[in-house]
């Protein structure tokens, strides 16, 4: 994190930025982010940690500039714990080998060495000077260079294009720390140039803007719009990291930014057509894509939460139909919902786990609970007891996002299902064949033939515990268990 002391390092003339910088929400940026920067702390020191004080220190006795650069400079500025903590420097990366004991070749032809020092890794790149971008993505080739400054504007955004040393104080040749201040995504230079030589930037615009809630620069913006279609240079891969992170911000409903700038047209065309799509229906307020974003705004940053709310409606669209009073209905639709989020997120080369998990909980979005203790049983049996409180969570986000007239019928019966859900939990109920009081091996002592006849009697008295969970000793349902078919 940043301090300020009294005394140390470079003096900054901030007298001029303090202002009532807003962002369009109305919230005051130099508190909101705590940028901890006031007329009457003018100088700057950034706690480092003591091996990347260490990995300075060694680079500059061997005669080597060094810096702390990007976004651990970022992070310590707006008070955040950084994740990663990279060095520039002018050392060429064989300078920096031979200046350190154990190093790693992560990105050496791009210049980056790892350093290992006390049991973590410390990205160390010299630097450089990108040659032209050929594919949209990767420069073809890079050159090294002693000079910052070339190295400071080849970066993304000028919060990402300050450096800083405890003796120098802060490198800030782009206006970063002001835009920081104003809480603004501005590309470095020419944002077109900066797009069209690398079009993941384009997505880490809007991830930017959602995790520190900051406002897209209107010429930044602007670019954006013009060159979202170079998105599809792009892998599967990046695409999944760049919209995971956003929507696991504290801003997902920043996920509107790629649906305003052309981007979703390109990346995910079915969320432009449920943005367009209304619902004509006493339970709904809003058209069906805002409904998906007041949805995702209501659930925790979850992994899987926030992936089934934004795809746990987009199967209206192929559901829809309208009925002789003019009203629409989309009957059908999480069955639907939950096929496309799980080719959606395949395409995305998600995991099988995730990509389960979220296409269970579309699924089962909109199952009609009976709201007794027997039918939230089954429920859980079907989806999971460890999974049920995040259908539980998804069910009241989507119940809060539909009209007061759905609100006012719908929250009290989520109140009631976890209500219920809570004293299941309690009394221990049997809701999966792992509780079951009896096993196979039990079935089998009192005469089942080994193999399939097993399983199905073992499923048959779950069903019936599910339903009788008093059921559930070993005596009670071996007495209960139908005759074995070929019972010795």
Request: charge should be negative; hydrophobic fraction near 35%.
């Given at each position: 994190m940043m301090t300020i002391p009294e005394s140390k390092s470079q003096t900054l003339n901030l007298c001029d930025m303090k202002q009532d910088f807003k962002s369009p929400g109305n919230h005051d940026f130099e508190f909101r982010n705590t940028l901890l920067i006031t007329e009457r702390q003018?100088?700057?020191?950034?706690?480092?940690?003591?091996?990347?004080?260490?990995?300075?220190?060694?680079?500059?006795?061997?005669?080597?500039?060094?810096?702390?650069?990007?976004?651990?400079?970022?992070?310590?500025?707006?008070?955040?714990?950084?994740?990663?903590?990279?060095?520039?420097?002018?050392?060429?990366?064989?300078e920096v080998k031979t200046l350190f004991r154990r190093t790693v070749d992560t990105g050496i032809q791009h210049g980056t060495v790892t350093v290992l020092m006390g049991?973590?890794?410390?990205?160390?790149?010299?630097?450089?000077?990108?040659?032209?971008?050929?594919?949209?993505?990767?420069?073809?080739?890079?050159?090294?260079?002693?000079s910052l400054a070339e190295d400071l504007k080849r970066r993304d955004f000028t919060i990402n294009a300050m450096a800083y040393h405890p003796e120098e104080g802060l490198v800030d040749l782009h206006g970063g720390l002001a835009d920081l201040t104003h809480g603004l995504i501005r590309a470095v230079g020419k944002p077109r140039e900066r797009f069209q030589e690398d079009a993941l930037r384009i997505l880490r615009a809007?991830?930017?803007?959602?995790?520190?809630?900051?406002?897209?620069?209107e010429e930044t913006l602007a670019a954006i719009r013009a060159f979202a279609p170079r998105l599809t240079l792009i892998s599967h891969e990046r695409i999944q990291v760049e919209c995971h992170k956003l929507l696991l911000s504290p801003h997902p409903e920043?996920?509107?930014?790629?649906?305003?700038?052309?981007?979703?047209?390109?990346?995910?065309?079915?969320?432009?057509?449920?943005?367009?799509?209304?619902?004509?229906?006493?339970?709904?307020?809003?058209?069906?894509?805002?409904?998906t974003m007041e949805t995702l705004k209501a659930v925790p940053a979850d992994p899987a939460l926030r992936w089934a709310a934004l795809l746990h409606d987009v199967g209206k669209l192929s559901t829809h139909t309208v009925d002789e009073h003019g009203i629409d209905h989309f009957h059908g639709h999480a069955a639907a919902s939950a096929d496309f989020a799980r080719h959606f997120l395949q395409e995305l080369r998600f995991d099988n786990q995730t990509i389960r998990l979220v296409t269970l909980l579309v699924r089962y979005h909109d199952h009609r609970l009976r709201m007794n203790e027997a039918d939230l049983r089954h429920t859980m049996c079907r989806v999971g007891e460890e999974n049920f409180p995040r259908l539980l969570t998804l069910r009241r986000a989507d119940a809060a996002a539909k009209s007061p007239l759905a609100r006012e019928r719908l929250l009290p019966l989520c109140d009631r299902a976890e209500a219920l859900y809570a004293e299941i939990i309690a009394r221990g109920d049997c809701t999966s064949l792992k509780d079951l009081a009896v096993t196979g091996q039990d079935l089998i002592a009192a005469g089942f033939r080994p193999g399939r006849e097993i399983g199905a009697t073992l499923e048959q008295l779950l069903e019936l515990v599910l339903d009788h969970p008093e059921y559930n000793t070993k005596e009670e349902l071996i007495s209960r268990a139908p005759s074995p078919a070929s019972a010795t």
């Open positions: 003018h100088r700057m020191h950034i706690e480092l940690p003591p091996q990347v004080h260490n990995i300075l220190r060694i680079l500059r006795s061997a005669g080597f500039e060094a810096y702390i650069v990007g976004g651990c400079v970022r992070d310590a500025l707006l008070a955040r714990e950084p994740e990663d903590w990279d060095i520039t420097t002018s050392a060429s990366p064989q049991g973590s890794g410390y990205e160390v790149t010299t630097y450089r000077v990108d040659g032209i971008y050929e594919d949209g993505r990767h420069p073809k080739q890079v050159s090294f260079t002693r809007v991830r930017f803007s959602a995790q520190l809630d900051f406002t897209i620069e920043r996920f509107l930014t790629l649906y305003e700038t052309g981007i979703t047209a390109i990346l995910f065309p079915e969320f432009d057509q449920m943005m367009e799509m209304p619902q004509n229906h006493p339970c709904h307020c809003y058209s069906v894509g805002l409904h």
